[in-house]
């Protein structure tokens, strides 16, 4: 109840902050981004968030699945070195590479978050599956379940709030990295916060800021709440257990 | 009924698990693998339900190839139960007891049913615990599930690889026992894996030595414990295998009829006369209708005493199912050297002594092959 709380704290003081800024009209010469363009920034900028999301997850999730395989553990350690070290690349350094090799623009954003939110996602369903006790797989396999019955009614659904967690952490980084990803002319909220930096407008900076800033929290809120649904039950008693041993 | 025929196992790195192994287990027996660690028992039997591919010889069960059936329907009609059980943790007691029933489609009320039966098998309230998750349990309970889970669509043939390993030795034995009572139901043919030689004569009746992926004799408990084959057997039965042996026999089998029971009304002072006479030292107290009361001894019998008040209550009593092993520690704790045999309903069906144990040893030693004996030349 009280994380809801301060949620719904938090977003109500970003929100208004905005509104704010928009209600003053103009400041000094400069007039402020009008509202109608603040929320296309934030359509904008969800869109280049859930492609490059959608990709991730499309792409992500095969990969480290295929990496706790036997048939692909020669590759699994390079694999899960790079997603490990390309998290530690800053995402402001990450865009600029991308923007040298690929230009300036939409498509080059997409892609460039696409690949930023593969490796959390490649890395949690590597660590997921993995983490599936080998008895309990030995178990299924000597009972007399096929290959694809173990991965799907064993192995997903036990590394499945791992998976998910991978997902959230991945999209609430892109939010962020989508607002640098103004700076090459995707778009979004960036590149309000680019505009209002130029010409040192505070309030249009904050114009950009605070909406992204409510987003993250938002998207993190709403992936929280989907890994608590679908955590399966006899795992949350599982946890609650160790829990009250500590 | 499985077969096994110059069975061989040799990893791709060279060592050789298992070698040229050739054995039966026949129908409803309860064949133990026993042997170091390292010996090729646990690939012996999970060769059995091509769990692990043998490189050499044929595997039968029922009479069929087992590499040629379809792994999967093959594994679904054999039971298999692991040492680290390996509950599924996000599935309720039901849905993990029933896993082979539900991969085999069965309706749901057919599953619940037997999920229930097994439950009340394994001596689990299936009320309480039928909806809980193993991480609900502790670990006794979660062995049991495994057993119960290893039953579910009845297969006539278990696999079990030291399935009461990783508990405490009170339940394990416990557990020992409540299967070996339910297998005296069921009649199953098991494929057991212990290192545990005591485990192995609890439970077997037959047991598979192996060493090193040979097998080295394979007899029931008794041969084995009486005519060891060679040194390494020997070794590895230990030097108290004589003592081992007793294991093998129930009270029922050796007890003998009480030296003299007497009953609550009679006259203290005859009853004296009668245990001077008869040189004994102790006399046993029973009601109407045989219960056991406790014991007397001639010096605390008197006049003045009903012979209620000189009893002494007796502090350990066995059952006619008790093995020889535990009848004698019984003994050797209680006070009295005699042990009451009683039955279900507490009435008196014989006695045990030290007497007798030390005659059964005897019989044991002199089937034994002498040995030769330095110090005696």
Request: proline share 5%; hydrophobic share 45%; net charge neutral.
């Amino acid at each position: 109840m009280k994380q809801y709380m301060m949620l719904a704290i938090l977003l109500v003081a970003f929100l208004g902050v905005t509104i704010w800024m928009t209600s003053l009209g103009s400041v000094g010469i400069f007039k402020v981004t009008p509202a109608m363009k603040i929320v296309s920034a934030t359509v904008r900028h969800l869109q280049i968030v859930a492609v490059a999301e959608l990709l991730a997850i499309i792409v992500g999730i095969p990969i480290g699945f295929l990496s706790t395989r036997r048939a692909f553990r020669f590759v699994s350690p390079v694999l899960i070195g790079v997603a490990n070290v390309g998290q530690t690349v800053p995402t402001l350094a990450f865009i600029g590479i991308t923007a040298a090799l690929l230009g300036m623009g939409y498509t080059a954003a997409v892609i460039a978050l696409f690949v930023y939110a593969t490796l959390p996602i490649v890395r949690n369903t590597y660590a997921g599956i993995r983490s599936v006790d080998p008895a309990v797989k030995e178990a299924a396999q000597g009972m007399g379940m096929s290959k694809w019955e173990v991965t799907s009614r064993i192995e997903l659904p036990l590394a499945r709030p791992i998976i998910i967690a991978g997902i959230r952490t991945s999209t609430v980084v892109n939010v962020g990295t989508a607002a640098v990803a103004g700076m090459i002319g995707a778009g979004g909220l960036g590149a309000i916060i680019m505009t209002g930096l130029a010409v040192r407008v505070m309030p249009i900076v904050i114009q950009g800021a605070a909406p992204t800033a409510a987003l993250a929290i938002a998207l993190d809120a709403l992936l929280g709440g989907a890994e608590e649904w679908m955590t399966p039950r006899g795992l949350k008693v599982m946890k609650q257990a160790q829990w009250q041993q500590q | 009924m499985i077969k096994l025929e110059h069975v061989g196992k040799t990893y791709t790195d060279g060592t050789e698990a298992v070698k040229d192994l050739t054995m039966e287990i026949k129908q409803g027996e309860f064949c133990v693998f026993l042997g170091p660690s390292g010996c090729g028992k646990t690939t012996s039997m999970k060769m059995i339900n091509c769990l692990i591919p043998l490189t050499t010889g044929k595997i039968y069960v029922d009479g069929v190839d087992a590499v040629k059936l379809d792994q999967n329907k093959l594994r679904r009609g054999i039971g298999y139960a692991i040492q680290n059980i390996g509950l599924f943790p996000h599935r309720t007691v039901a849905e993990n007891i029933t896993t082979v029933p539900t991969l085999l489609k069965w309706p749901k009320q057919k599953k619940r049913k037997r999920a229930e039966e097994l439950l009340n098998l394994v001596g689990m309230d299936s009320k309480t615990f039928i909806d809980r998750y193993p991480s609900e349990l502790s670990g006794g309970q979660q062995q049991r599930i495994g057993v119960a889970r290893c039953l579910g669509a009845d297969p006539p043939i278990l696999l079990m690889d030291e399935p009461f390993g990783a508990i405490d030795p009170i339940t394990r034995s416990k557990l020992q026992d409540e299967f070996l009572k339910i297998q005296a139901k069921i009649k199953k043919t098991i494929a057991f894996v212990t290192h545990d030689i005591n485990e192995a004569i609890k439970m077997g009746d037959t047991i598979a030595l192996m060493r090193q992926g040979e097998l080295v004799q394979y007899a029931d408990p008794a041969t084995l414990l009486g005519s060891p084959k060679n040194e390494f057997v020997r070794n590895f039965i230990g030097a108290d295998r004589v003592l081992k042996g007793l294991r093998l026999l129930k009270a029922k089998d050796v007890m003998q009829e009480p030296p003299l029971t007497v009953k609550v009304g009679e006259n203290p002072m005859q009853v004296k006369a009668r245990m001077e006479s008869e040189h004994l030292r102790w006399s046993m107290l029973t009601e109407d209708g045989g219960h056991f009361l406790g014991w007397i001894t001639s010096d605390d019998l008197h006049e003045s005493k009903s012979i209620r008040d000189v009893i002494t209550p007796p502090t350990v009593t066995a059952s006619p199912d008790t093995p020889l092993n535990e009848a004698l520690s019984m003994m050797l704790n209680s006070a009295i050297g005699t042990l009451a045999i009683l039955d279900d309903d507490n009435r008196m069906i014989g006695v045990l002594s030290f007497q007798i144990i030390r005659d059964v040893l005897g019989e044991q030693a002199t089937n034994d092959q002498p040995e030769p004996c330095k110090e005696d030349e």
